[in-house]
Protein backbone atom coordinates (compact mmCIF):
# COMPACT_ATOMS: atom_id res chain seq x y z
CA UNK A 1 0.00 0.00 0.00
CA UNK A 2 1.32 3.38 -0.74
CA UNK A 3 1.08 6.39 2.15
CA UNK A 4 2.56 8.79 -0.55
CA UNK A 5 5.63 9.22 1.71
CA UNK A 6 9.15 9.04 -0.09
CA UNK A 7 9.84 5.75 0.19
CA UNK A 8 13.77 6.30 -0.77
CA UNK A 9 14.13 7.73 2.47
CA UNK A 10 16.22 5.80 4.56
CA UNK A 11 17.98 6.07 7.78
CA UNK A 12 21.45 6.39 6.24
CA UNK A 13 24.60 5.78 8.95
CA UNK A 14 28.09 7.12 7.55
CA UNK A 15 31.48 7.70 8.62
CA UNK A 16 31.67 11.77 8.80
CA UNK A 17 34.52 14.54 9.39
CA UNK A 18 33.27 18.08 9.53
CA UNK A 19 35.49 20.36 8.04
CA UNK A 20 33.35 23.69 9.32
CA UNK A 21 31.36 24.79 11.73
CA UNK A 22 28.20 27.58 10.88
CA UNK A 23 26.19 28.62 14.21
CA UNK A 24 22.57 27.99 13.28
CA UNK A 25 19.89 29.84 15.37
CA UNK A 26 20.90 29.60 19.58
CA UNK A 27 22.39 26.57 19.92
CA UNK A 28 22.66 24.69 17.14
CA UNK A 29 25.66 23.84 14.69
CA UNK A 30 25.88 22.99 11.23
CA UNK A 31 28.59 20.89 10.31
CA UNK A 32 29.54 20.80 6.81
CA UNK A 33 32.15 17.97 6.58
CA UNK A 34 32.89 14.89 4.20
CA UNK A 35 30.86 11.94 4.51
CA UNK A 36 32.13 8.49 3.75
CA UNK A 37 29.18 7.23 1.96
CA UNK A 38 27.17 10.43 -0.12
CA UNK A 39 30.41 13.02 -0.10
CA UNK A 40 30.09 16.54 1.15
CA UNK A 41 27.02 17.21 3.67
CA UNK A 42 25.92 20.02 5.68
CA UNK A 43 24.29 18.15 8.50
CA UNK A 44 22.36 20.19 11.65
CA UNK A 45 22.98 19.13 15.38
CA UNK A 46 20.19 20.81 17.30
CA UNK A 47 20.96 21.98 20.61
CA UNK A 48 24.90 21.29 20.37
CA UNK A 49 25.57 24.27 22.27
CA UNK A 50 23.19 23.30 25.35
CA UNK A 51 25.45 21.38 27.72
CA UNK A 52 23.05 18.44 28.59
CA UNK A 53 23.75 17.57 24.80
CA UNK A 54 24.30 14.29 24.15
CA UNK A 55 25.66 14.79 20.74
CA UNK A 56 28.23 17.34 22.13
CA UNK A 57 31.61 15.99 22.23
CA UNK A 58 30.38 12.99 19.91
CA UNK A 59 31.19 15.32 16.92
CA UNK A 60 33.50 17.97 16.23
CA UNK A 61 35.78 19.80 13.24
CA UNK A 62 38.05 16.95 12.40
CA UNK A 63 37.57 14.23 13.61
CA UNK A 64 35.71 10.89 12.31
CA UNK A 65 32.15 9.80 13.84
CA UNK A 66 29.41 7.45 12.80
CA UNK A 67 26.43 9.87 12.02
CA UNK A 68 22.80 9.06 11.30
CA UNK A 69 20.76 10.80 9.57
CA UNK A 70 17.75 10.80 6.80
CA UNK A 71 19.20 12.19 3.69
CA UNK A 72 16.43 14.40 1.91
CA UNK A 73 16.96 15.12 -1.69
CA UNK A 74 14.81 17.89 -1.61
CA UNK A 75 16.53 19.20 2.00
CA UNK A 76 20.37 20.49 1.43
CA UNK A 77 20.79 20.38 5.45
CA UNK A 78 20.15 17.23 7.23
CA UNK A 79 19.33 16.55 10.75
CA UNK A 80 21.48 14.12 13.22
CA UNK A 81 19.82 11.60 14.68
CA UNK A 82 22.65 9.89 16.47
CA UNK A 83 26.27 10.78 16.40
CA UNK A 84 29.67 8.90 17.99
CA UNK A 85 32.90 10.03 17.33
CA UNK A 86 34.81 7.00 17.11
CA UNK A 87 38.57 8.72 16.54
CA UNK A 88 39.82 12.38 16.97
CA UNK A 89 43.15 14.17 16.44
CA UNK A 90 44.19 16.01 18.86
CA UNK A 91 47.54 16.82 17.62
CA UNK A 92 46.62 18.83 14.74
CA UNK A 93 45.24 21.43 17.26
CA UNK A 94 48.91 22.02 19.06
CA UNK A 95 49.99 24.12 15.88
CA UNK A 96 48.31 26.66 14.42
CA UNK A 97 49.75 26.73 10.57
CA UNK A 98 49.21 22.67 10.74
CA UNK A 99 45.12 23.34 11.60
CA UNK A 100 44.86 25.76 8.79
CA UNK A 101 46.14 23.84 5.92
CA UNK A 102 44.44 20.60 7.10
CA UNK A 103 41.37 22.60 7.19
CA UNK A 104 42.38 24.00 3.79
CA UNK A 105 43.00 20.38 2.16
CA UNK A 106 39.76 19.79 3.58
CA UNK A 107 37.71 22.62 1.97
CA UNK A 108 39.34 21.70 -1.60
CA UNK A 109 37.08 17.96 -0.74
CA UNK A 110 34.04 19.75 0.04
CA UNK A 111 34.38 21.52 -2.84
CA UNK A 112 35.58 18.40 -5.47
CA UNK A 113 34.25 15.41 -3.85
CA UNK A 114 31.84 13.44 -6.13
CA UNK A 115 28.75 11.74 -4.44
CA UNK A 116 29.98 8.85 -6.40
CA UNK A 117 33.23 7.20 -5.18
CA UNK A 118 33.27 9.65 -2.05
CA UNK A 119 34.69 6.81 -0.22
CA UNK A 120 38.19 6.60 -1.45
CA UNK A 121 38.60 10.65 -1.27
CA UNK A 122 37.08 10.30 2.50
CA UNK A 123 39.47 7.00 2.96
CA UNK A 124 42.33 9.76 1.86
CA UNK A 125 41.31 12.28 4.37
CA UNK A 126 41.31 10.22 7.51
CA UNK A 127 44.91 8.70 6.45
CA UNK A 128 46.42 12.42 6.01
CA UNK A 129 45.01 13.47 9.11
CA UNK A 130 45.88 10.29 11.18
CA UNK A 131 49.55 10.97 9.87
CA UNK A 132 49.49 14.48 10.59
CA UNK A 133 48.49 13.44 14.59
CA UNK A 134 51.16 10.21 14.53
CA UNK A 135 53.62 13.11 13.86
CA UNK A 136 53.20 15.18 16.53
CA UNK A 137 50.60 17.53 14.26
CA UNK A 138 53.33 18.71 11.90
CA UNK A 139 51.99 18.92 8.62
CA UNK A 140 55.01 18.53 6.73
CA UNK A 141 55.05 19.89 3.05
CA UNK A 142 55.70 16.40 1.74
CA UNK A 143 52.51 15.07 3.11
CA UNK A 144 50.79 18.31 1.64
CA UNK A 145 51.92 17.89 -1.65
CA UNK A 146 51.46 14.02 -1.64
CA UNK A 147 48.02 14.44 -0.96
CA UNK A 148 47.40 17.15 -3.77
CA UNK A 149 48.91 14.17 -6.01
CA UNK A 150 46.77 11.48 -4.76
CA UNK A 151 43.65 13.81 -5.09
CA UNK A 152 44.32 14.92 -8.61
CA UNK A 153 45.20 10.78 -9.41
CA UNK A 154 41.23 10.36 -8.19
CA UNK A 155 40.03 13.10 -10.26
CA UNK A 156 41.91 11.44 -13.45
CA UNK A 157 45.08 13.62 -13.47
CA UNK A 158 48.55 11.91 -13.79
CA UNK A 159 46.52 8.30 -15.27
CA UNK A 160 49.82 6.79 -15.73
CA UNK A 161 53.73 8.51 -14.46
CA UNK A 162 55.88 7.11 -17.19
CA UNK A 163 54.24 6.71 -20.71
CA UNK A 164 53.00 9.51 -22.96
CA UNK A 165 49.24 10.49 -22.09
CA UNK A 166 48.31 10.29 -25.72
CA UNK A 167 50.00 7.23 -27.89
CA UNK A 168 51.01 5.15 -24.82
CA UNK A 169 54.82 5.65 -25.80
CA UNK A 170 57.50 4.87 -23.05
CA UNK A 171 59.86 8.05 -24.52
CA UNK A 172 58.50 10.67 -22.04
CA UNK A 173 60.06 14.25 -22.02
CA UNK A 174 57.64 16.55 -21.54
CA UNK A 175 54.46 16.95 -19.47
CA UNK A 176 51.27 18.88 -19.60
CA UNK A 177 48.84 21.05 -17.67
CA UNK A 178 46.19 20.58 -20.12
CA UNK A 179 47.11 16.81 -21.37
CA UNK A 180 46.54 15.95 -17.64
CA UNK A 181 50.50 14.02 -17.54
CA UNK A 182 53.18 13.22 -19.77
CA UNK A 183 53.94 13.15 -23.03
CA UNK A 184 56.24 11.95 -25.60
CA UNK A 185 58.22 14.76 -27.60
CA UNK A 186 56.01 14.05 -31.11
CA UNK A 187 52.87 14.03 -29.53
CA UNK A 188 53.92 17.31 -27.10
CA UNK A 189 54.12 19.44 -30.24
CA UNK A 190 50.38 19.73 -30.04
CA UNK A 191 50.13 20.86 -26.94
CA UNK A 192 51.47 24.89 -26.03
CA UNK A 193 51.55 24.46 -22.35
CA UNK A 194 54.13 21.78 -21.98
CA UNK A 195 57.19 21.73 -19.55
CA UNK A 196 60.12 19.75 -19.73
CA UNK A 197 59.51 16.75 -17.66
CA UNK A 198 62.64 14.79 -16.21
CA UNK A 199 62.85 11.23 -14.83
CA UNK A 200 63.32 12.39 -11.25
CA UNK A 201 60.10 14.09 -11.28
CA UNK A 202 58.61 10.68 -13.19
CA UNK A 203 60.01 8.41 -9.86
CA UNK A 204 58.99 11.48 -7.18
CA UNK A 205 55.66 11.83 -8.56
CA UNK A 206 54.95 7.83 -8.75
CA UNK A 207 56.38 8.28 -4.82
CA UNK A 208 53.64 10.21 -3.48
CA UNK A 209 51.08 8.56 -5.59
CA UNK A 210 51.93 4.90 -4.47
CA UNK A 211 53.07 5.26 -0.75
CA UNK A 212 51.53 5.50 2.35
CA UNK A 213 51.50 8.94 4.42
CA UNK A 214 53.81 7.88 6.84
CA UNK A 215 56.91 7.01 4.13
CA UNK A 216 55.59 10.29 2.60
CA UNK A 217 56.38 12.44 5.79
CA UNK A 218 59.93 11.53 5.51
CA UNK A 219 60.57 12.25 2.37
CA UNK A 220 61.40 15.95 0.48
CA UNK A 221 60.12 16.66 -2.94
CA UNK A 222 62.35 18.55 -5.28
CA UNK A 223 61.16 21.88 -5.58
CA UNK A 224 60.41 21.39 -9.21
CA UNK A 225 57.55 18.78 -8.66
CA UNK A 226 56.44 20.32 -6.27
CA UNK A 227 56.04 23.30 -8.80
CA UNK A 228 54.60 20.75 -11.35
CA UNK A 229 51.82 19.66 -8.70
CA UNK A 230 51.00 23.28 -7.39
CA UNK A 231 50.05 24.23 -11.38
CA UNK A 232 48.51 20.51 -11.45
CA UNK A 233 46.00 21.81 -8.41
CA UNK A 234 45.78 25.03 -9.88
CA UNK A 235 43.89 23.68 -13.52
CA UNK A 236 42.62 20.70 -12.15
CA UNK A 237 40.97 21.49 -9.18
CA UNK A 238 39.23 24.67 -8.99
CA UNK A 239 36.77 26.14 -6.51
CA UNK A 240 33.64 27.65 -6.98
CA UNK A 241 33.67 30.43 -3.73
CA UNK A 242 37.55 30.82 -3.23
CA UNK A 243 40.84 30.35 -4.57
CA UNK A 244 42.79 29.47 -1.73
CA UNK A 245 44.01 26.37 -2.92
CA UNK A 246 47.63 27.31 -3.02
CA UNK A 247 47.61 30.93 -1.02
CA UNK A 248 48.45 29.14 1.87
CA UNK A 249 52.29 29.01 4.01
CA UNK A 250 53.38 26.54 1.29
ZN1 LIG B 1 52.97 10.32 -27.60
Redesign the pocket.
Same mark, same amino acid.
Given at each position: MRTGEDISLKLLKTLFIPIRAIPFMESSIIFQGISEKIGPVSLLVKGYKRPSSKLRGEIDILSVSHVLFYPKSTREVHTVREAKMIENYPNIYKNYNTLQECLKIGKILLHTTPRVSASSFFQLYRGLLKEVNRIDGVCKRSLYFGMLVKLLHLHGVFPKLDE !?V? !?K?KKVAYISLKARGP? #?P? #?AKAYDDTLPYTPKMAQELFFLLSRDFSEISRFKPSSNTEDLIRQMTEIHITMDDENEVEKGSF
Open positions: !CR !CSL #CK #C
